[in-house]
């Protein structure tokens, strides 16, 4: 098979910061609300906003800090704006774009090796 008929056949998944994107501009949806209306209750100017919520060349991708001032302009929990797992992906060590995503087990109770905590 000849790598352009590869290339024709395979789709590529969209980025966890393009599956991102896709849930705020979702939830503005829902709730009616611009990328005006979001730059002035985040106080920046429409560029910023459309530069993190487009898909186009001179996007930039959300960090946490982004999504949080995002997250209470909408007067959302952050992971509302996560991007569901489908019933076929793993929650583990799934791709993300230009990351890969790995959920650490968490240990059961915090200890500190200089004092004991009490239960």
């Known amino acids: 098979m000849s790598?352009?008929?590869l290339t024709s056949t395979t789709?590529?998944?969209p980025s966890f910061n393009d599956r991102v994107r896709a849930e705020i501009r979702a939830v503005m949806g829902r709730k009616q609300i611009s990328n005006k209306d979001?730059?002035?209750r985040?106080?920046?100017d429409q560029v910023w906003v459309g530069r993190r919520?487009?898909?186009k060349s001179r996007t930039v991708p959300i960090d946490l800090?982004?999504?949080e001032r995002i997250a209470a302009a909408l007067d959302e929990p952050i992971t509302s704006l996560l991007p569901r797992l489908d019933s076929n992906q793993q929650p583990a060590g799934y791709s993300a774009g230009d990351a890969t995503v790995i959920e650490l087990p968490l240990r059961a109770r915090p200890?500190?090796?200089s004092r004991q905590i009490a239960a």
Do not use: F, K
Request: some cysteine; hydrophobic content about 35%.
């Open 53 to 55: 919520l487009t898909q």
């Open 65 to 67: 800090v982004d999504l």
């Open 38 to 40: 979001l730059s002035q």
């Open 111 to 113: 200890t500190c090796h």
């Open 3 to 5: 790598d352009m008929a």
């Open 11 to 13: 789709q590529q998944r």
């Open 42 to 44: 985040i106080g920046e």
